[in-house]
């Protein structure tokens, strides 16, 4: 029996060639773009869950910060019982190390001996006991020990740091999932890093805040319990003592992907695209199946003729139904796997496609064929059944399948779904253009940036000078205004914040600012407007303890006028800061972010190299002059070293990568969600025009012109397409409204954004009903009346 279930489907596959392929292909499509979008939305909600403590870990928040003072969790574990282990983890971005004659750059992560007590990375090599306790000792990713031991062991190995006669060696390396919200390549204890850089040790009082802290509480620990302690320990240690207000929380780290780190509006955007896409391809596929299944009435007929039971009938269909499925379901999956490169190399994931590592993939990878299989069959086998034989024998499709609403309701949900998208990707381009051409207050056309990247050269002293000299012989050609070394540029102020408050009004509150060093004439360099004072532009022995705070920061510490005011560090000795000018809020973090108080301190740094950036001026015009300049001089006098340079706002630009990468997945859903609904137009426009080929003929042998027909077929369509514009709008204006509300600055809601969506749709589902409706139009009325 199955035989000859499977002979009538590959000859049904044969006389409906064109049918086949667009359902399969269709729902392949939708399926692939489901799994793709899928494995990440997947990859994003599980993501830390590798960490078997992960329920019990909490990371300490200061104030709105997750930035920590150095001394407060030793504290924390000596006062608080419901602590059971804690860690710091301290950043220390680049680091100069070789290996052999190969030297290179790399982060290192300083971190106390319960870190790997808390986070369980699986270890490939060595094991969790012990891997940092040994002074020097570290622990290495897998992709930092591929990179410079190859495929050899890599425990055992030692790296020199800088050129000191200090060694670092590899007791341990792990596996860091990718879905991890801490990645490292190298981990040291604090003991190592206070070692190779005392400052630090010098750093971590209860002024300075640079580490992050995580905490492990004892299993059924209620926070209510632990939150006053943590007061407690403010109160009598941060400074000033017993007067700081600081509020200090405990943010569990299972949340803190969700909320802090990933856009949780955009995964469940992604995710209602994903089950849309995968709607509209199921519904397109069930719709062909049963308009292919209802041109076959007259073989049903002559089935039953010959005795063909209502269950014979089921079960041929729904193994036809099932085979269909299935191989549409193998197409999906092949596309996944030739998509997620794609997929990885747009945002920058490593997601992987392998249903025997994750059972979820399987439990959906079934489910979408049981529905689809099972829907698709259901329906036919019921229309055969209750057809009448009489005109199953004729090859009449019964009237009681008639279109009306609840079979164009799936078209209007299709179209509702493509227009919801096409609004939201002119919107986001709209925004991202928006925030890419808000002026961000600094000069971003003429400043050329520098990186100095130390760690190339082994004379360091050396190489300041002759990096000195680059600085003032570009400043010698006309083709230069003016040259600044600085620690920060737009879209990399990562250094530390402080507290400090106004002198003359000790009894507000401490405000927290990011500080910033940075060297002689940055503002001018940067093309930065000073509102009131002046700049660092003064002889060096008058800027001594000076400050330049930015227009925010000067109405967080409540002054009308700044400039001559005096502020002070909420520390021990109370350092005091002349302010010496104020500056305008220029973009620093992005437009997507509000502006947040910043202070600037002058620096002298007798090494050069100490800088992270050299910044030059080009005078209006002579960008591409001075960018050839600097490479020359580079290559001259630094040829030991590579030149990493770019425009001032390249760094801030990066910060909208991701909006730019989602607009482009939106754009080809777009287009995907057109397509398939169009699909779904056309099954049902095929089975109109099969139903009303008598009708259209007799109108034409009555006199209806081919342009009367047309209209009368493409009406009944394209108002189920209006009426899904109509329902749409009011959503996509309710969705992106939400969305906007993420952003600080933000574009305004436009109506042609949903005008421009609806008439694209209606354009492209008239072309997909007038193709239809044309055949029809135009074909011969004899062949049409002949049957009747």
Request: net charge neutral.
């Amino acid at each position: 029996m199955l035989k000859h279930h499977l002979f009538l489907f590959f000859r049904n596959i044969k006389k409906n060639k064109s049918i086949f392929l667009i359902n399969t292909v269709g729902l392949g499509i939708g399926i692939a773009s489901f799994l793709v979008l899928a494995v990440y939305v997947y990859n994003d909600l599980t993501y830390n869950h590798f960490n078997t403590n992960l329920s019990n870990i909490y990371r300490i928040r200061e104030g709105e910060s997750f930035q920590t003072k150095g001394p407060l969790l030793p504290k924390i574990l000596e006062d608080i019982p419901e602590v059971e282990n804690g860690t710091r983890v301290f950043d220390w971005d680049g680091y100069r190390l070789s290996y052999g004659e190969v030297a290179f750059e790399e982060n290192l992560k300083y971190v106390d001996n319960g870190f790997f007590s808390i986070f369980t990375f699986p270890f490939v090599e060595g094991s969790a006991k012990n891997a940092i306790q040994d002074k020097f000792g570290v622990v290495i990713s897998t992709d930092f020990a591929k990179k410079y031991f190859g495929d050899t062991p890599a425990l055992g190995k030692q790296f020199q740091v800088k050129f000191e006669d200090v060694f670092l060696t590899v007791n341990g390396v792990v596996d860091i999932p990718r879905n991890s919200s801490i990645q490292f390549d190298i981990v040291a204890s604090y003991e190592t890093g206070e070692t190779i850089s005392p400052w630090i040790k010098e750093a971590h009082d209860w002024y300075n805040t640079f580490s992050e802290s995580y905490v492990l509480l004892a299993q059924g620990t209620d926070l209510k319990d632990v939150k006053p302690k943590l007061q407690t320990i403010v109160k009598e240690n941060f400074l000033p003592v017993g007067k700081n207000e600081t509020d200090l929380d405990l943010f569990p780290f299972a949340d803190y992907h969700s909320t802090v780190e990933s856009n949780r509006t955009l995964i469940v955007i992604l995710a209602l695209v994903a089950l849309g896409i995968l709607g509209i391809a199921i519904v397109n596929f069930i719709n062909l199946t049963i308009t292919n299944s209802l041109t076959r009435t007259k073989e049903i007929g002559i089935k039953k003729v010959f005795g063909a039971t209502g269950n014979f009938l089921f079960r041929q269909i729904m193994t036809e139904s099932m085979l269909m499925g299935l191989g549409a379901l193998c197409l999906g999956i092949i596309l996944t796997l030739a998509l997620l490169p794609t997929f990885n190399g747009l945002f920058e994931t490593n997601l992987s496609f392998n249903p025997w590592e994750n059972p979820f993939l399987i439990y959906v990878l079934l489910g979408i064929w049981l529905i689809v299989g099972i829907f698709s069959g259901i329906v036919p086998s019921l229309v055969w059944a209750r057809g009448k034989l009489v005109d199953s024998l004729q090859g009449k499709l019964s009237n009681q399948n008639k279109p009306g609403f609840s079979k164009y309701s799936s078209i209007v949900v299709q179209f509702v779904i493509a227009i919801v998208l096409i609004s939201g990707t002119f919107l986001i381009r709209k925004q991202i253009n928006y925030m890419i051409d808000k002026d961000p207050k600094f000069d971003s056309q003429n400043s050329i940036v520098a990186q100095t990247d130390y760690w190339q050269y082994k004379n360091l002293e050396a190489a300041s000078q002759n990096l000195e000299i680059i600085s003032k012989e570009l400043e010698a050609t006309p083709y230069v205004a003016t040259t600044s070394f600085t620690g920060s540029i737009p879209g990399d102020y990562d250094e530390n914040y402080n507290t400090f408050y106004p002198e003359a009004k000790s009894s507000l509150p401490n405000i927290g600012l990011r500080k910033s060093y940075v060297g002689k004439n940055y503002f001018k360099t940067m093309g930065i407007s000073v509102l009131s004072g002046h700049g660092f532009d003064q002889p060096p022995t008058s800027l001594k303890n000076t400050v330049v705070l930015n227009r925010t920061a000067m109405n967080k510490l409540g002054f009308e006028k700044a400039e001559g005011q005096i502020i002070r560090e909420s520390s021990e000795s109370g350092q005091p800061y002349r302010i010496i000018g104020v500056i305008d809020d220029f973009s620093y973090q992005g437009s997507q972010h509000e502006t947040q108080p910043l202070a600037h301190f002058y620096s002298e740094r007798e090494n050069f190299m100490d800088w992270d950036y050299l910044v030059v001026r080009a005078e209006k015009g002579a960008s591409s002059a001075a960018v050839r300049l600097l490479q020359e001089k580079w290559k001259d006098l630094l040829p030991e070293g590579s030149l990493t340079h770019f425009f001032a706002d390249n760094k801030l630009n990066a910060y909208y990568t991701e909006y730019k990468r989602v607009n482009t997945l939106i754009t080809c859903f777009s287009a995907l969600a057109i397509i398939l609904s169009c699909i779904g137009l056309f099954a049902l426009a095929s089975y109109a025009m099969a139903r009303r080929t008598k009708e259209i003929g007799i109108r034409k042998v009555n006199g209806a012109t081919i342009t009367q027909i047309l209209s009368l077929l493409n009406k009944d369509f394209l108002k189920w397409v209006v009426l899904a514009f109509l329902i749409a709008v009011p959503l996509a204006w309710y969705g992106l409204e939400k969305w906007l509300e993420g952003f600080a600055y933000k574009t305004t809601m436009s109506w042609w954004i949903f005008a421009l969506a609806g008439l694209i749709t209606l354009s492209i589902a008239l072309l997909t009903v007038s193709w239809q409706s044309f055949r029809a139009a135009t074909a011969n009325p004899v062949e049409a009346l002949r049957e009747e």
